[in-house]
């Protein structure tokens, strides 16, 4: 049976939309049909799919406005809603360099031992199941489906019930390319139909907070398939006595605010060495004060709203927890209703530690604790006190002493004199590999060329002459 789920809007706090989820019990006939299309997707090879794939981009471009708008509404907010549609593009183009390079070294065959001939193979998985989160409901619906769908898998996808609303016009665009609409299905429901499409697929990717991921990596056991999980972070930046200060609070800033902080990797943890401490905090103080929510119009500023209201409660509860505990607010403060909508302003936090949920617990607003060090050391240990290991930054005047401390860093990545590199948010690159650390998640890179190798099982051909 499927149910209707109110969505409310994170703008205005009106629950102006309905979502009409899919039938739990409808999801075995939709695996069987794109399990179907399965060897005629990897018949095509590699160039085949890429021509769909990117007949597929040219109908998502005309629809431009349409899923645009639906972001935007989804969402609050339109600076990142904009950056989430530019990724589709290059995301296939990336991609496809890297899949040529894959698919080359793979499959040129090799003699080896004593007479036998040794040829490589690749067998992608035939249905992969991807589950994402709200902060990003476009770009993070897709991030491990066009990779998989290049890699030669058909998906399916269960997006959030949050923010639904893009689904529907990115629907229009798939059947509009009769090719790409047999091999990628979205599906529309909450934890219900999250649970039932683990028990359907050969591979699940899951994106989403490390307690969900919990149990996808438990129902993903039980199934006996591999489990892709991209979870929470507490990022921790250091800035050393040698930085520049001006740069590492401009970077610091935009590492933590934006989407209103609502990132898996924000830098939520500010580790300062003392001599610098109060210059730097000044300069983060004065440079938050310049920006603004994106209120009460979306093009007002660049800070959107909170999107999930419960998320709202969150962040007041770690401010308040960390108040109540001796900390100083020294801008902005707690997140405030205005119009039905929750907003928060970049807000620095000092005379912090780790006694507060504020330092050790996801946040997702732009909120910025500011912890002092005397010692490299302490500051390493400092940022390595958590249950996460998403990525990180350092600011430091040489890079040779920013990437000595990025060793130390158990974390997936780490930008040196900047945020945020290591993240598809970039766009441009993501050739390289990364993984998540701790907590933070399992198994494989979802950037690079194992993004596409992850989802193909190797095979090995072995002929005796
Ligand atoms: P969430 O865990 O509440 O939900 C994520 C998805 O899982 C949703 O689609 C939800 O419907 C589904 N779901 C819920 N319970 C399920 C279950 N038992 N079985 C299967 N599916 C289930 O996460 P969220 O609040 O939507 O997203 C925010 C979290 O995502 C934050 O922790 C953030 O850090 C994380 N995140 C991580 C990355 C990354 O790359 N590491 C990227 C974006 C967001």
Request: charged share 25%; glycine share 10%; proline share 4%.
């Amino acid at each position: 049976m499927s149910k209707i789920i109110p969505v409310r809007n994170p703008r205005t706090g009106q629950y102006d939309y309905e979502l009409k989820t899919t039938d739990v019990h409808s999801l075995p006939a939709i695996a069987a049909e794109l399990r179907s299309h399965h060897a005629d997707w990897v018949a095509l090879g590699l160039e085949g799919r890429l021509k769909v794939l990117n007949a597929w981009r040219v109908e998502v471009e005309k629809a431009r406005g349409a899923i645009l708008d639906a972001v935007v509404a989804d969402t609050g907010r339109l600076i990142e809603s904009e950056k989430e549609m530019q990724r589709l593009p290059a995301s296939i183009d990336r991609l496809a360099i890297m899949a040529r390079e894959v698919f080359a070294e793979r499959t040129l065959s090799l003699r080896s031992m004593k007479g036998v001939e040794v040829h490589g193979g690749l067998s992608p998985f035939p249905l992969v199941g991807v589950i994402s989160p709200w902060n990003f409901p476009l770009s993070s619906s897709l991030l491990d489906t066009i990779p998989a769908l290049v890699a030669g898998c058909t998906a399916i996808v269960k997006p959030s019930e949050i923010t639904p609303r893009f689904v529907e016009p990115l629907l229009e665009t798939l059947r509009k390319v009769p090719e790409m609409y047999a091999v990628l299905r979205y599906v529309n429901g909450d934890k219900e139909i999250g649970e039932a499409l683990i028990g359907q697929v050969d591979a699940i990717c899951f994106t989403g907070s490390a307690a969900t991921g919990q149990k996808v990596a438990e129902a993903a056991g039980r199934a006996f398939i591999p489990a892709f999980l991209e979870l929470g972070g507490k990022d921790p930046v250091i800035v050393t006595a040698s930085a520049d200060i001006d740069k590492a609070a401009a970077g610091i800033l935009s590492g933590s605010v934006a989407n209103a902080g609502q990132v898996c990797v924000s830098l939520e943890r500010i580790y300062v060495d003392r001599k610098i401490a109060e210059s730097f905090v000044e300069k983060l103080v004065e440079k938050s004060q310049q920006l603004k929510l994106a209120y009460p119009t979306l093009k007002d500023g660049t800070i959107g709203p909170i999107i999930l209201e419960r998320q709202a409660h969150a962040i007041n509860q770690h401010l308040n927890d960390a108040v109540a505990k001796g900390a100083r607010i020294r801008c902005g403060g707690l997140v405030e209703q205005r119009d039905g909508g929750w907003w928060a302003s970049p807000t620095v936090v000092t005379d912090v530690d780790h006694d507060m949920m504020l330092m050790t617990d996801e946040t997702f607003g732009p909120i910025m604790p500011v912890m002092v060090y005397d010692t490299i050391e302490d500051a390493v240990q400092l940022a390595n006190d958590s249950t996460y290991g998403l990525s990180g930054a350092v600011f430091s005047g040489s890079s040779e002493e920013g990437l000595g401390i990025a060793r130390r860093m158990e974390v997936g990545a780490v930008s040196i004199n900047s945020s945020g590199l290591g993240t598809a948010a970039i766009g441009e690159g993501d050739f390289h590999e990364k993984n998540a650390f701790k907590q933070s998640g399992l198994a494989g890179s979802r950037l690079g060329y194992d993004s596409i190798t992850r989802f193909m099982r190797k095979k090995a051909y072995l002929i005796q002459n």
